[in-house]
């Protein structure tokens, strides 16, 4: 993050924060378990180019972990992807016609019973299932075919953090490995999160959303889902009312109830999904909101608040990294505001739908 006006705020240790500190360290680590061929046999198991269609089954923080999936497949690959609806399977009692696709369930704990029954469906129906976990031993990964460890080790804050960027770096290495790539490009991966872990979080915005009422993030394309996580975020740890859109969304409507004064941080990458939002910028400077962008660098025709991150990497990349400080910002908010990140009300770290 870049040097603030005023000090950094300074949070007592936490769990959240002791988390969010080792993702690294737990980056570094998955990119070994590329070293060692585990994606490069996942995918050839997979075999993508007698897949039809793909599938997407994820429930919360995961479920932003499959769209990030989402963009990768269609982006890189070309395949058709849908995002499951596990009502449809468990409320509805309804099996689909699957056959041949390919069916992918991410969970940190693969323990909710709505995505181990979908699962169970689609794998029925004859769909090639494969799990995305923190949790090897988990009812999901003795569900399918085949179950990427994610190894991000033990979560004890409620939020999900590092489990979530281990998330969305499995997903990278899978459809890289499944495009014939060693996944290399990811070699400064690590590094570039420690950047962002270590550097100061600005104290003046921690006082600023402190106030808030609500909160709009905005992003396109692989930062579209670290807009929805980050708002996550802040939603679960401070209590903020904190919603996430596509830029492309917020035009279409959502824009009109931006008002002057109104705190909105825009996650902008490098890229056409960096340049697609500059407009968005425009407009939400135009309805005189108050805006901080989380990017690399400064967006052209900028001159607010910026939060550095993702410098060096491409966007589908930067998306890892430029999740940390929102959950940084969030973690520290709650503090700020009397409450425990580690433990909001209402929440337990596994989540049992049906």
Not at 21 to 41: I, N
Not at 220 to 235: M, N, Q
Request: net charge negative.
């Amino acid at each position: 993050m870049t040097k603030s006006s005023t000090p950094a705020y300074s949070a007592p240790a936490t769990a959240m924060a002791t988390e969010i500190a080792e993702q690294p360290q737990r980056l570094a680590q998955l990119l070994r378990q590329a070293e060692d061929g585990t994606f490069a046999r996942a995918a050839a198991a997979v075999d993508g180019q007698r897949r039809p269609f793909a599938v997407i089954a994820a429930r919360g923080t995961s479920d932003h972990a499959a769209i990030y999936l989402k963009h990768l497949l269609e982006v890189k690959l070309g395949i058709v992807v849908a995002l499951a609806s596990p009502s449809v399977f468990t409320v509805y009692q309804r099996t689909l016609r699957v056959e041949g696709a390919l069916w992918i369930a991410i969970s940190q704990s693969g323990g909710s019973p709505d995505l181990v029954e979908a699962t169970r469906s689609a794998r029925h129906a004859g769909a090639f299932t494969l799990a995305i976990t923190n949790a090897a031993d988990s009812d999901l990964a003795g569900a399918v075919h085949l179950a990427l460890d994610i190894e991000a080790g033990p979560e004890r804050a409620v939020p999900a953090t590092k489990s979530y960027t281990s998330e969305l770096l499995a997903c990278w290495l899978l459809v890289e490995a499944m495009a014939g790539r060693d996944g290399e490009a990811a070699a400064a991966l690590p590094e570039r999160a420690e950047t962002v872990v270590t550097a100061p979080v600005p104290g003046d915005l921690v006082a600023r959303l402190s106030d808030a009422n609500r909160l709009l993030l905005v992003g396109r394309g692989y930062s579209f889902p670290t807009a929805l996580e980050g708002a996550l975020k802040f939603v679960e740890t401070a209590h903020l009312a904190a919603q996430g859109f596509s830029g492309a969304d917020l035009l279409h409507g959502p824009i009109g109830a931006v008002n002057a004064g109104d705190p909105v941080l825009a996650i902008v990458p490098e890229g056409p999904a960096g340049t697609s939002l500059l407009p968005v910028l425009d407009k939400l400077r135009a309805a005189d909101a108050h805006l901080t962008v989380v990017a690399s660098g400064r967006p052209a025709g900028f001159d607010g608040p910026l939060v550095q991150a993702g410098e060096g990497l491409p966007e589908d990349l930067a998306a890892i990294t430029q999740i940390i400080p929102l959950q940084r910002l969030a973690c520290e908010l709650a503090l700020a505001r009397g409450l425990n990140p580690d433990a909001p009300r209402g929440l337990n770290k596994i989540t049992k739908t049906r």
